[in-house]
Structures are given as structure tokens and as C-alpha cells.
């Protein structure tokens, strides 16, 4: 099992950025992938990208795509999305999500809110 804690959520306006992270109770190599999904208010909860743990491949929702950008820090067991030029659809709780054996473990989310 992993238990992940997520923070870096909060207000900011149109065009800004703002870095979420993800941390792992464990070593993130033992951890197939990580990432992010997103859920807007009465929307469905949606992929915003990910990152495998060998080799770091990356894949991202083409709505982000250019904007935003998934990395970890290995030593911290720390995966990040750092999000640039936000609009106002970008507003969601977003989760950090950890595949383990073929089992996905979810944080509890953070609030991401983009207006002026």
C-alpha cells in the first residue's frame, strides 16, 4: 500500500502558476506511476497526466498539454505538477494518484481555484 498527501492548492488569478505536490509514504521506485487527475465542480473526474517511474515517461491531457508539467524528486518520494498559465477552467480539486500492483491509491485532494 502507499498513502500519498498532496498541497500546494489555493486561489490564483488567470495566467498564473502554481506547483502541487505529492508525497509518498514510500520510495517512488517501487511504484509503477504516478500523477494527477482533476475534478471540476459537477464534472466528472478526468486525467491530467502522468509519469512511470522507470524510464519517466510522460503523458498529459491534450487541455494541458504545454501548460503543464509533471516531475519527481525521487530522494523526496515527491511527484509535482507544476502548472503555468492557468485558466479559469482549470479549476478542481486535484488528485495525486499512485499505480501499485495494478492498484490505484488516491490522496484526498486539493483545491485548485483560478479567477480573477
Known amino acids: 500500500q502507499v498513502q500519498l498527501v498532496e498541497s500546494g492548492g489555493g486561489l490564483v488569478q488567470p495566467g498564473g502558476s502554481l506547483r502541487l505536490s505529492c508525497a509518498a509514504s514510500?520510495?517512488?521506485?517501487?511504484?509503477?506511476?504516478m500523477g494527477w487527475y482533476r475534478q471540476a465542480p459537477g464534472k466528472e473526474r478526468e486525467l491530467v497526466g502522468g509519469?512511470?517511474?522507470?524510464?519517466?515517461?510522460?503523458n498529459y491531457a491534450n487541455s494541458v498539454k504545454g501548460r503543464f508539467t509533471i516531475s519527481t524528486d525521487n530522494a523526496k518520494n515527491t511527484v509535482y505538477l507544476q502548472m503555468n498559465s492557468l485558466k479559469p477552467e482549470d479549476t478542481a480539486v486535484y488528485y495525486c494518484y499512485a499505480t501499485l500492483d495494478g492498484v490505484n491509491y488516491w490522496g484526498k485532494g486539493t483545491l485548485v481555484t483560478v479567477s480573477s
Open positions: 514510500r520510495t517512488i521506485f517501487s511504484i509503477y506511476a
Open positions: 509519469i512511470t517511474s522507470v524510464g519517466g515517461r510522460t
